[in-house]
């Protein structure tokens, strides 16, 4: 079992930045994979970035090159930091913690809201 607590989250105007933080009650050395999702006003839940517990990164197209994902091991702690941010990029952002295992087991946080404006 694991518990992800979402911070970070506010209001801020286009092209400024913002870092998530999600805080894991446990080590996440040995989660599998550790996520960002995003879901904007009456749309679906999407991949924003990932990150494997070997350190490996993956990137939806709209925010390569603005957004990074980190993880720290020592704090158990997952961060998004999200640069030149735009309108678009208003969601509630969860964390997602997936252990790769029979079956696939997947965690989320509460979310926290992301708002920029124009």
């Known amino acids: 079992q694991v518990q992800l607590v979402e911070s970070g989250g506010g209001l801020v105007q286009a092209g400024g930045s913002l870092r998530l933080s999600c805080a894991a009650s446990r080590s996440i050395f040995s989660i599998n994979v550790m996520g960002w999702y995003r879901q904007p006003p009456g749309k679906q839940r999407e991949l924003v970035a990932g990150m494997t517990s070997g350190g490996s990164t993956n990137y939806a197209d709209s925010v390569k090159g603005r957004f990074t994902i980190s993880r720290d091991n020592a704090k158990n702690t997952v961060y998004l930091q999200m640069n030149s941010l735009k309108p678009e990029d208003t969601a509630v952002y969860y964390c997602?913690?997936?252990?790769?295992?029979?079956?696939?087991?997947?965690?989320w946080g509460q979310g926290t809201q992301v708002t920029v404006s124009s």
């Open positions: 997602n913690a997936l252990l790769l295992s029979l079956p696939n087991r997947n965690y």
